[in-house]
């Protein structure tokens, strides 16, 4: 052997399985929300951007590299398309994965408690009870709970 590195293209696309949906998963380093990363010319890098400029060429400066298919691990270049931050937030959202910043409260889909849950929550907080009774009286977490009791969250209920 050499002793010189292994060319990134070889080593690169040693890390991709490819799995019956046409994803391209990268089976490497991955960040805790699921999109890959390699070292590359010393710093961390998103493998699906890589992917872009080894398949595609370069990324014009501005743009983001986004999955149609909504699988951070992704690489499939068929799979990925450019587009602003404004078109990342859409895609986000009309795919349901972000939700808008006015839907507060019950309207947010992701929304564990109710606003009466929350006045209640407060109401007890308020009577001395602690966080883990309350998390534990509403089958919720002590974050959430917390959150609500110190208003932190849910701050448009009174």
Known sequence: MSGKPQPL???????????????WEWQGWKIPK??????????????HRLAWILKRGEIPEGLHVLHRCDNPPCINPNHLFL???????????SKGRKV????????????????VDVLRIRRLYDQGWR???????FCASIHVV?????????RHIL
Not at 9 to 23: H, S
Not at 83 to 93: A, L, P, Q, S, Y
Not at 146 to 154: E, F, T
Request: hydrophobic content about 35%.
């Open 9 to 23: 293209n070889g080593r690169f696309w040693e890390r991709v399985k490819i799995t019956d949906a046409g994803c």
């Open 34 to 47: 699921g999109y890959g990363g390699i070292n590359y010319l010393g710093k961390k890098v998103y493998v």
């Open 83 to 93: 587009g602003t931050n404004e078109d990342n937030i859409h895609d986000c959202m």
């Open 100 to 115: 808008s910043a006015d839907v507060r409260g019950e309207k947010n889909p992701r929304a564990i408690l109710s606003a």
């Open 131 to 137: 966080h883990d009774q309350i998390a534990e009286a």
């Open 146 to 154: 917390r959150k609500a009791a110190l208003r932190q969250s849910w």
